[in-house]
């Protein structure tokens, strides 16, 4: 058995894949790359951006060297609805109408538009009474999952599953945890224009939600308060974060504000949580996308929260850690495409 399986994850600044080879052992990288989108992104209707997009993807697998023609998507958080809906125990004929009566209370779009999806988080074989399941239910709207599948035959490439964001972050970040010994965690993934939160016990998935802040915010707090370019702005912050140093405790008071705004909803989940789950509590925070590589980001949520924290670290999940050094440190950067890449071998 020696198999290649990719992952995809088109962001708003950056197109990364990673290439995972499995053998008996396991998983190893086999390749991966971090290429610039370009500027007009997913989002445009124009058809020579689409091309444009077609092209970058194309280019970026050329230089990797990733020639598998098959691959996992993942949607944007900020672009999809993802509930975990709490639900009766239903059989899936019964789930497969009710979903659409939830679908319809949490989607502000007509369901006409949306390509609705779901999964039973975890049923129990024998409930007790009253006892209820867990439902993932993932709504996108069926224009951007069309474009999706348009810009990647541009590029050559045939989908295999489209997900979110946050549900590849999990799989790459859980891939190795006993279901049954691991405590609850929650996962903060800080992109440039939005945060997902996730909540997980297990391995499963219990609580997830989403944020419109992120890398970007921090970009303007840090421009306008030294009087930067945007640019400017996100070198300073890569190259301080709201670290010890005095231009890093000037950052840090800069962004107060937005990260501030991230810890209150962490805090918020993890009341949500504790008021739900009695007998259980969240042990650690974990914060994976690009962001969380700022110096001292892991320092500042756990100081705020009083819950131990650490930054993702998908690689992790690979047994040969001959990782290159450019990208050893940027793990939670790839944690997307890890999840994506290792999506058609998890267990059922
Ligand atoms: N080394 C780093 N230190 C701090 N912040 C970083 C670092 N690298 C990237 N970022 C920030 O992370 C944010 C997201 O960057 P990333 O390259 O992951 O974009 P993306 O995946 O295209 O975004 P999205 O997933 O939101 O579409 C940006 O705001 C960027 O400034
Ligand atoms: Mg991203």
Same mark, same amino acid.
């Given at each position: 058995? =020696?198999?290649? /399986?990719?992952?995809?994850?088109?962001?708003?600044?950056?197109?990364?894949? +990673? @290439?995972?080879?499995?053998?008996?052992?396991?998983?190893?990288?086999?390749?991966?790359?971090?290429?610039?989108?370009?500027?007009?992104?997913? &989002?445009?209707?124009?058809?020579?951006?689409?091309?444009?997009?077609?092209?970058?993807?194309?280019?970026?697998?050329?230089?990797?060297?990733?020639?598998?023609?098959?691959?996992?998507?993942?949607?944007?958080?900020?672009? +999809?609805? !993802?509930?975990?809906?709490?639900?009766?125990?239903?059989?899936?004929?019964?789930?497969?109408?009710?979903?659409?009566?939830?679908?319809?209370?949490?989607?502000?779009?007509?369901?006409?538009?949306? !390509?609705?999806?779901? =999964?039973?988080?975890?049923?129990?074989?024998?409930?007790?009474?009253?006892?209820?399941?867990?439902?993932?239910? +993932?709504?996108?709207?069926?224009?951007?999952?069309?474009?999706?599948?348009?810009?990647?035959?541009?590029?050559?490439?045939?989908?295999?599953?489209?997900?979110?964001?946050?549900?590849?972050?999990?799989?790459?970040? !859980?891939? =190795?945890?006993?279901?049954?010994?691991? /405590?609850?965690?929650?996962?903060?993934?800080?992109?440039?224009?939005?945060?997902?939160?996730?909540?997980?016990?297990?391995?499963?998935?219990?609580?997830?939600? !989403?944020?419109?802040?992120?890398?970007?915010?921090?970009?303007?707090?840090?421009? /306008?308060?030294?009087?930067?370019?945007?640019?400017?702005?996100?070198?300073?912050?890569?190259?301080?974060?709201?670290?010890?140093?005095?231009?890093?405790?000037?950052?840090?008071?800069?962004?107060?504000?937005? &990260?501030?705004?991230?810890?209150?909803? +962490?805090?918020?989940?993890?009341?949500?949580?504790?008021?739900?789950?009695?007998?259980?509590?969240?042990?650690?925070?974990?914060?994976?996308?690009?962001?969380?590589?700022?110096?001292?980001?892991?320092?500042?949520?756990?100081?705020?929260?009083?819950?131990?924290?650490?930054?993702? =670290?998908?690689?992790? &999940?690979?047994?040969?850690?001959?990782?290159?050094?450019?990208?050893?440190?940027?793990?939670?950067?790839?944690?997307?495409?890890?999840?994506?890449?290792?999506?058609?071998?998890? @267990?059922?």
């Amino acid at each position: 058995m =020696n198999k290649k /399986s990719f992952g995809l994850d088109i962001g708003d600044i950056a197109i990364r894949a +990673v @290439e995972l080879k499995l053998d008996k052992g396991g998983f190893s990288l086999s390749a991966s790359i971090t290429s610039p989108t370009p500027p007009k992104g997913m &989002m445009s209707e124009s058809p020579l951006d689409e091309e444009e997009m077609g092209n970058a993807i194309k280019k970026a697998l050329k230089e990797a060297k990733i020639d598998t023609k098959i691959a996992n998507v993942a949607l944007p958080e900020n672009q +999809v609805y !993802t509930k975990i809906v709490e639900m009766p125990y239903l059989s899936d004929r019964e789930l497969s109408s009710a979903i659409y009566w939830e679908a319809e209370q949490y989607i502000p779009i007509p369901l006409s538009n949306i !390509t609705l999806a779901w =999964n039973v988080v975890k049923r129990s074989e024998k409930p007790k009474q009253n006892e209820k399941m867990n439902v993932l239910m +993932v709504g996108a709207p069926t224009i951007i999952v069309k474009k999706y599948q348009k810009v990647l035959s541009l590029s050559g490439i045939t989908i295999n599953t489209l997900e979110t964001e946050i549900l590849s972050t999990i799989r790459a970040l !859980t891939f =190795n945890l006993d279901r049954n010994a691991s /405590s609850p965690f929650i996962v903060v993934s800080i992109g440039s224009i939005s945060t997902a939160l996730a909540i997980i016990i297990g391995r499963d998935l219990i609580f997830t939600y !989403t944020l419109p802040i992120g890398g970007n915010a921090i970009n303007r707090a840090i421009a /306008s308060d030294f009087g930067l370019s945007l640019t400017q702005a996100e070198e300073y912050k890569k190259a301080y974060g709201i670290s010890n140093s005095s231009v890093g405790q000037r950052i840090e008071k800069a962004t107060e504000p937005i &990260m501030s705004s991230i810890l209150t909803e +962490v805090k918020k989940a993890v009341i949500y949580f504790s008021q739900k789950y009695q007998n259980l509590r969240i042990e650690q925070i974990i914060l994976s996308g690009s962001t969380a590589r700022i110096l001292g980001i892991d320092k500042y949520f756990a100081n705020g929260s009083g819950i131990e924290t650490a930054v993702a =670290n998908p690689w992790k &999940m690979l047994v040969s850690q001959n990782i290159p050094k450019e990208i050893l440190n940027s793990g939670p950067e790839y944690a997307v495409s890890i999840g994506l890449a290792i999506k058609d071998y998890e @267990e059922q």
